[in-house]
């Protein structure tokens, strides 16, 4: 990385710092967008806070998608599983095919309001992306190259984790960038159950027509997508110098 994009990248980071922290030194900026005589920054909540929950149902999530959409990809590509591929794509796709408003529908009567639906929505969005590129590195593994591993006394095992993993680990990195910018985004929308995210303050903003309330939440929301998919653009491309490239399905 160069200085001047660790310059950048640490710039911004304090900068999304400050705002979220005191937030009342940007109301200047808020101000014009707000109604007359409304306040331009909202105080009903901490934003600092907000952003961490926000954060972390989203981490939470993502990490529970990577478990199961690589342990799903490595199991359909073993020729024990590999009938399964079909089924197994279905299933990811599933998450795609509703909107995440419907999603928490569905979740709400079972697991009451609150993280809980909001978690399972991000959840199941979060599998197709990491589940698709896992496989696209895994099946992108050369069969010369399982054979050398092979030859040289690995078991099934030692070259999957020595061999496979490593070369895949570049598209399975993306997926899981994909998986979680898209998880911070759809987060926003827990808070229609009572989960508190970032969203909190979109929401407060529509409800009051105040667009400084939408502004600074879709703002913190907007800046953490792209530091985080800047964070893990980095990983990845680390990654790929170091254990050679493999194809991505982003």
Do not use: C
């Amino acid at each position: 990385m160069s200085a001047a994009g660790l310059t950048i990248r640490v710039a911004a980071a304090a900068l999304l710092a400050t705002f979220l922290v005191a937030p009342d030194l940007f109301e200047p900026l808020l101000r014009p967008l707000a109604p007359a005589g409304a306040p331009a920054v909202y105080v009903q909540s901490s934003l600092a806070e907000l952003a961490a929950i926000h954060l972390g149902l989203t981490a939470l999530a993502t990490l529970a998608s990577a478990v199961v959409a690589l342990a799903l990809a490595t199991f359909v590509t073993r020729p024990a599983g590999a009938e399964f591929l079909p089924l197994s794509r279905s299933l990811v796709n599933v998450g795609q095919t509703f909107p995440p408003v419907a999603v928490l529908a569905v979740m709400v009567p079972a697991v009451g309001f609150g993280e809980a639906p909001t978690l399972i929505a991000l959840f199941v969005y979060g599998l197709l992306p990491i589940f698709e590129n896992a496989l696209a590195g895994l099946t992108a593994t050369p069969r010369s190259v399982l054979d050398a591993a092979r030859a040289t006394g690995m078991t099934a095992r030692q070259a999957f984790l020595e061999v496979e993993l490593p070369l895949a680990l570049p598209a399975i990195l993306a997926g899981v960038r994909l998986s979680a910018v898209i998880g911070l985004a759809t987060a926003t929308i827990g808070s229609t159950v009572a989960a508190r995210t970032l969203g909190e303050v979109v929401i407060a903003g529509l409800a009051s027509s105040n667009t400084a309330y939408v502004a600074q939440g879709a703002a913190a929301i907007a800046a953490l997508a792209m530091l985080i998919s800047d964070g893990f653009g980095v990983v990845e491309r680390q990654a790929a110098r170091r254990l050679g490239p493999s194809p991505s399905a982003a």
